[in-house]
């Protein structure tokens, strides 16, 4: 029997551990695994004893970004879509303080769990990147939690030219809050996580709903716009030879830019 993609480790009693479980996947989300993680955040939101969820992932990668094998087939694009877009709000909208504890790599979707924590301590091993317009993809959602924590110049650097960045440079960017050797990654997510319970759990869940309303847009809206230039972008031909072309190890072929 395959293993479970998703680990839950809810012993301590204010603070659940959540472990992405595909290490030999580098943890790609795949539907199953987005669709169990959108759970447990939602479950431990409505769990009035909890305060902290912390988001990990097993073996040497936190995430390298969508399962490509599912995103390659047309019939599961808008359930993929559609489930990356509830767990991002999922994760926007606990009442909990979010942390992710980053090593390795963090590319696409994985870089937009990191986006969306509330906090990120990385390894100082991490590279984070957005790299979908070289796969012939838009980075549509991402770019709703992106653009919340960088401006917009940044933005556009890491979306446009789809470049990793290490640590050091995303704690510069906005990315992340601390970096550690990667030996010291859980337990300094762990020591953030005891600060966080800190505050009072009512006056965390507002400032959360606050910090989202300052914004110009709810969250929901800028998910909702995202999701049709996503699934426009992964059912077009520049999508196909750019995942071809990264599963072949080879430079996509790309062809002239299209009529809007």
Same mark, same amino acid.
């Given at each position: ?9 809810? *012993?301590?009693?204010?603070? !659940?551990?959540?472990?992405?479980? +595909? ?5 790609? $989300? ?15 939101? =409505? ?6 969820? =912390?988001? +990990? ?5 936190? %995430?390298?970004?969508?399962? $490509? ?26 009442? $909990? ?25 990385? *390894? ?10 070289? +796969?012939?993809?838009?980075?549509? $959602? ?13 933005? +556009? ?7 990793? =960045? ?30 966080? %319970? ?8 507002? !400032? ?23 699934? *426009? ?28």
């Amino acid at each position: 029997m395959d293993p479970s993609p998703l680990l839950v480790d809810a *012993a301590d009693p204010a603070v !659940t551990v959540v472990t992405l479980n +595909r290490p030999d996947k580098r943890n790609a $989300l795949s539907i199953a695994l987005i669709e169990q993680l959108t759970a447990a955040v939602r479950e431990a939101g =409505v769990d009035r004893g909890r305060r902290v969820v =912390v988001l +990990r992932g097993a073996g040497p990668a936190f %995430c390298a970004g969508l399962d $490509l094998r599912e995103a390659a087939d047309p019939a599961a694009a808008h359930r993929s879509a559609d489930a990356l877009a509830a767990l991002y709000l999922a994760v926007a909208r606990s009442p $909990l303080v979010v942390i992710a504890a980053a090593q390795g790599a963090a590319f696409g979707g994985g870089a937009g769990l990191v986006a969306g924590a509330d906090l990120v301590v990385a *390894a100082d091993d991490l590279q984070i990147g957005f790299p979908e317009v070289r +796969r012939g993809l838009v980075a549509a $959602l991402v770019t709703c939690l992106v653009r919340r924590q960088v401006g917009d110049r940044t933005a +556009r650097e890491l979306i446009l030219l789809g470049q990793s =960045v290490p640590a050091a440079r995303a704690t510069e960017l906005g990315l992340v809050n601390r970096v550690v050797p990667s030996a010291d990654l859980d337990a300094a997510a762990m020591a953030l996580a005891v600060e966080a %319970c800190r505050g009072a759990p009512g006056a965390v869940a507002r !400032t959360k709903r606050l910090l989202d309303d300052l914004a110009p847009r709810p969250i929901e809206e800028d998910l909702r716009r995202a999701l049709a230039y996503h699934l *426009a972008a992964r059912q077009s031909a520049e999508s196909a030879e750019g995942i071809a072309a990264f599963r072949d190890r080879r430079e996509p072929r790309w062809g002239l830019r299209p009529d809007e």
